[in-house]
């Protein structure tokens, strides 16, 4: 059965998304990752969006994308007898969690910034060098 929550409070959100079957997320507005879709794809099951809430983002691939009410509905209705299986949780997770670890994601940014101040280093030796070669040649 269907159900709208006004409002809900974020303990009663967490239990919606957990034990709904489907949810459907619709945007008109393709501005980059959506927190909800990104809690619904941990919290929920199967997500049901348009191409808007997905756009600019790789999580087309874990939802069923439709591009208008026909085919939302014909989604909804082969969906909604599926079983979302244990394996479809672990592919899922495997696939968050290649994007969206934090722990890893925090490793390369350090690496970046270790690189980055390798690089400004250099910079300043060259500076250096070049600045003394110049005396050199006075």
């Known amino acids: 059965w269907i159900r709208l929550v006004e409002n809900p409070a974020d303990d009663t959100m967490e239990q919606l998304q957990k034990n709904a079957q489907i949810t459907i997320l619709v945007t008109r507005q393709a501005t980059g990752l959506k927190l909800k879709l990104l809690n619904s794809l941990y919290r929920g099951r199967f997500c049901v969006v348009d191409p808007e809430m997905v756009a600019g983002t790789p999580l087309g691939a874990l939802c ?75």
């Open 64 to 138: 069923t994308v439709c591009r208008n009410p026909e085919e939302m509905r014909s989604a909804i209705q082969k969906l909604f007898p599926l079983e979302f299986t244990s394996q479809d949780i672990e592919n899922r997770a495997l696939a968050l969690s290649q994007l969206y670890d934090n722990a890893r994601n925090g490793e390369m940014l350090i690496k970046l910034l270790i690189i980055l101040m390798i690089i400004i280093k250099y910079d300043l030796i060259c500076q250096n060098m070049r600045s003394c070669a110049n005396g050199m040649i006075a």
